[in-house]
């Protein structure tokens, strides 16, 4: 369930996590499912299909993607930007980001985008999940995007497991020398609050992660 507390903003829950009031109603989890659905669709794979036009840094207009959701599914005749700022604001792996009525996905996408994202900070190891197939030729000539237009890294072990799940029950871990990386001149961006986006790895800076490092600090 999505609401808004008039203190503490928008949130999924029952009750603000703040201050623990109902809120305002905003949708329900059904909505919120396919709304999201729709929303990740648009920014990352098929604008076109709603009839909207994306600019070369992945932005689309809110009150455009308002008008188009609405006129294609009338059962959200209701919807107005705050749902879709609310939705993004409320994502837990920072799927989006919102700036001046533009919305944007900040990875996963299959079109061609220029992402203006932060090259600052990156942690000096990141992971990325393979299937026991996959692993040996990863190893041998390195990581490239596949049905993706960058290849995505996470920002821990257990962010690249439960990624990898989705695809193999038990998913072999690559650890990625970021650091001796960036070194080398290769840029990588952060997208979200887990994942960083790279245009490819070379073999020498991947090693298979034979047991998982110890709980980073929060």
Known sequence: MLKECAQH???????????????????????????????TGILR????????????????????IVRAISQRHPAYHWLRMQHLVAIA??????????????IRATYGHTLEVDLDLPTENIPDRLYYPVTEEEAAIVLEVGLRPTDRKKVHLSKTAEDARAAGSVRTPEPILLEVDARRARESGIVIKQAGKTVYLVDQVPAEFLRRLETAPPAEDA
């Open 9 to 39: 903003g928008y949130f999924r829950a029952d009750a603000c996590p703040v201050c623990a009031q109902p809120g305002r109603f905003l949708m329900n989890d059904r909505e919120l499912d396919h709304l999201g659905r729709i929303l």
């Open 45 to 64: 794979h098929f604008p076109d299909r709603y009839g909207l036009t994306m600019e070369p840094q992945g932005w689309v207009s809110l009150p455009q």
């Open 89 to 102: 604001e409320t994502d837990a792996k920072g799927r989006y980001e919102v700036r001046d009525e533009r």
